[in-house]
């Protein structure tokens, strides 16, 4: 006998919401007077044939002319390959040649940036492939793909637009992809509640907001090719492109790509004539479900009031498959600026400058996450080193997350890498922290490698400061850790932000010894735990604490980074955390001093000194990571244990700034356990009704049991019954107080940011 379940009637997971509502559907009025067939190619009669054996459209023989005005260049110089991505483009002829004779400008502080707004077709548009809110988590989404991060962006040598180096199409299509997966769109089922309101309501009301789309050229070793990026928009792009996926129920995105896919050796390369030919067809989907979403080429009219009236998915896929864009087809930077800032592509840096100006703090609509920004910071700085020759390809990979080196391991290997994930990463921490930690290969430049992260700072509106230095680093050793969505980046990037802000690591310029602490990072641990028990022993007990020696800081900083990232350690939940909570534990009877302060106080004592050398050796001298272990008594190194060990029991912090974060923190742990705990939130929205009962789950290939019930296993309990509503009327003013909290805390501190810069 086959198994039933009862259950209401509901869209699924995989599928869009019903557009039959009539509350939700789109009405067939949003796409009057848009074309409903895609634009066919047509050469336009009388022009001569260009190389790839075809004359230009009437569309591509106007916006020659428009480009070459623009660029100063004869019309014969344009590239033929910018004129047939734009034919490709192209929607609506009419409005777009209408629009070439109205060039508008974007201004920026880089500079301005030239401008049409043109209607083109959505599948065509690609991403902006430095997407600042993805970036700083792509390494480790491509790591073991083969497919090299692209971080910046250069100037083209004869026109004012951005080019890219790239591995090849493999590497952009998958590129490309990763960016969808990391910002929660690769396809509806994936969104979660407010990007599939942003799905739903494109499918509404199509994209309404017009997207900042550059035309670029990506290069390979085999091949090169103009596409158009969308610098600002790639959520509205991507939302669109998930419903566009779901209507037609294949990847609708590429048509833009599958020419350089077609021969045995792909390759990057411009669209030519007979791709634009066959296009137009493509663009129809006519082999999917989206066949019968376009009219006949001559009953427009009677498909509209027989067809898209009673078909809302025809209606959403017509206002969704074109969109407006502002097509920039020239950046004119500042001169001035581009000097001053010392800017090496200053087309490609008033390009960002705009992205900026859209998502950087001090310049934003829409903000990206904190994280994120930080991290295109620390990337910015990590390629400004690379090409100084201050750090090796080797190093930036592995800072990027491209690369995850093994925990065990050498300090350094024979090519004077870093041999381990602990001494890599702690390399990245002083390399963007610490003064004169990365020096020039040779004499010729004497630039403090801080003032090439400073730099980056200021290009990016953030305050010039050790804490905000120590925020850009630690963001990025997340990444470098390969902790991305562990559910404790929160945690380590707190306590590695509060150990490399404090002026015992970073301010190496006051310290005693020609030797800094950065350059003994690779120095293997027993020699490096002779030399700091060699400075220890050589100072009075009445000695200044901040002038310890390079050795003494370097295994501190080994250490402390070791007792932060430990994975035992991080899976009890006692990792070494910025404020003694001990990831979870007690802390009313422990200090709450920054871990700086922690690991000072442990480098000026023999058993201190150990116990860092046993943490760093716990990770890197076996094959298997260990949880290190004191040699007196065999406890365990948590956080709690230290600083009841080295601090002393206290019930306050050292200072209030440092206690009052102790004090947020109990709080979001709790929430956060209100959350994801065996009976958190989200589990109470999953749970099923025979789980609550302590029922063994159906099993459709053994025999049904007597007591089966179909609906103890249909809807989640909290579907069916909801929550009642007496108790969310308490709840929510309570929730919404925290929610204000938060908020307004977050204002506050961006505000003192801006006080002190």
Known sequence: MARTTTSKSKTGAGVLRPLADPETAPPVSRIVDRKLLPIPFRPEAGRPDEHDGAPLSRLGGRFREVFAAEHGIAVDAVDLGIVRQVEALNADTDRNMKALGEIQTKRTESGTLRFVRLTVNTPLIFPWMLNGRALRRMGSELRGSEVHLVTTAEDHPLLSLPTMDVDGPESV?????????????????????????????????????????????????????????AAEGAQRLFSALAAMDVLANRNVASVATERWLRSAQPRLRDLTAEDLSTLSESLKFSSTAAAGYFPGATNVEGWVESVAAVTPAAVAFQLIRTMEVNLIVAVNPDPVIAERRGLAHPVSDTVQELIRSYHMPGKAKERWNDADVLGLIAIGAVDDLVADSRVSQTERSMWLGESLAEWSGPPQTDDGNPGNLLVSTTKLLAALTVQSAMPPADESSSVDSLEIVNQRLRLNSTRVHSDDRAKVAAAQAIAALGLNGSGWEGTIQAAIFGTFRHGWFWKTSEHENEVIWPSLLTLPLAELTALAQAERSSRSADDDPDNAGPAQRAIAALGGLALMANPG????????????????????????????????????????????????????????????????????????????????????????????????????DSLKRARDGEFGSERLKEILPGELLGHTPPNDELPLETDYAPDLWGEPVYEEIGINEILVDEVIPVLQSLVDFFQVGKAYARAASRISR
């Open 173 to 229: 299509i998958e590129i490309v992809s990763a960016q969808r997966r990391l910002l929660g769109l690769s396809n509806y089922t994936a969104a979660d509640g407010p990007k599939k309101g942003r799905i739903d309501s494109i499918i509404q009301f199509g994209v309404l907001d017009p997207p900042d789309v550059v035309l670029t050229q990506l290069n390979s070793a085999t091949g090169s090719a103009w596409v158009a990026q």
């Open 569 to 668: 350690l991080i899976a009890q939940r006692t990792a070494l955390s910025r404020t003694g909570l001990g990831a979870g534990g007690k802390s009313n009877d422990i200090s709450a001093s920054d871990p700086s302060i922690l690991l000072r106080t442990m480098a000026q004592h023999e058993v201190g000194i150990t116990e860092l050398s046993d943490a760093i050796a716990a990770l890197t001298a076996s094959a298997a990571q260990t949880i290190p272990l004191d040699r007196d008594d065999d406890q365990e190194l948590t956080d709690v244990y230290l600083r009841q060990r080295w601090l002393g029991a206290r019930t306050t912090s050292d200072n209030p700034q440092t206690e009052f974060a102790r004090l947020v923190q109990e709080l979001v």
